[in-house]
């Protein structure tokens, strides 16, 4: 069997511009295929990187999730379900992925030599892709929360100065340190403080600890909490005003409350609702450059589809958001 890690053979070391998946022969192109195994089933795009308007990077990792385990089949269940979503979109009376190219990555496999070589590859990994795809909005998709600190990292050093974070989270993730790595979920956030200021919503599942870190960090860390959020929609204005003008979003998809999403390793009673965070993040993106986001945590329970479905719902609504709602959509 070739060594999946070997360049000559794994599978993301081909030419640049080749699509994920098999290619149909040319001569056989008018037979019935099924759609492609890509984001939304979208034709896969050729072409440089930065052409995109969109790229999804999937990431399965997994290391550390706490209890439930899962999620290294998140990425794979929420591409399978967007492939069957509608594209049109009542809320812009449109069909926002008509003429937006979006390129579905393959799924990077990190070394699995422990949390800290792995984030360390990731990091180099998603510089290269970030710097690849230009002004393109990248879309990770997870894969353990873990993988969000070092895209981060990557994106603030790219942008030459603090971002902040916004953090759809029902944990605040600021530990030191948990189960005896520093890169753990649970300590994600507190891995980017020195170089992003992070708004955390949706809270609801937080230690001591974490709190006293926040106050720590001063106006590095906002925290705004679910039964804040239950009692009426005056912490969006609270949000806003803490995020700066450059934003990376990161979605865990814990944030939502379980009933609608219980596909997750650490669910919480009480979290966001679909509406209400669907206006929350478009206020983002008409007033913040979201240069780019991830999606993570999602653990699919066989035979139960729709939260699958919610997670790549959200992320088309991202990319439509994203693409006609300003910010800087090339
Ligand atoms: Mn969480």
Redo the contacts with the bound molecule.
Sequence with gaps: MPNRRDPDTARGAEAPGRPAGPEVPPELEDLPWELPHTFLGAEQATGPLHEAHAVILPVPFEATTSWGGGTRRGPRALLEASRYIELYDGEFDAEPATGMVVRTLPALELTREGPGPAMAELQAAYRRVADAAGDAFVVMLGGE?SISAPAIRAQADRSGGRISVLQM???A?LRAEYEGTPHSHASAMARVLDVADVVAVGLRGVSREEVEASRAAGGASTLIWADEMAAGEGWMERALEALGPVVYLTF?V?YFDPSLMPSTG?PEPGGGDWYTTLRFLRRVFETRTVVAADVV?LAPIPGVAAPDFLAAKLVYKLLTYRRMCGGAAP
Excluded: G, L, N, Q
Aim: zero cysteines.
């Design positions: 929360h989270d029902a944990h993730d865990d814990d650490t945590e």
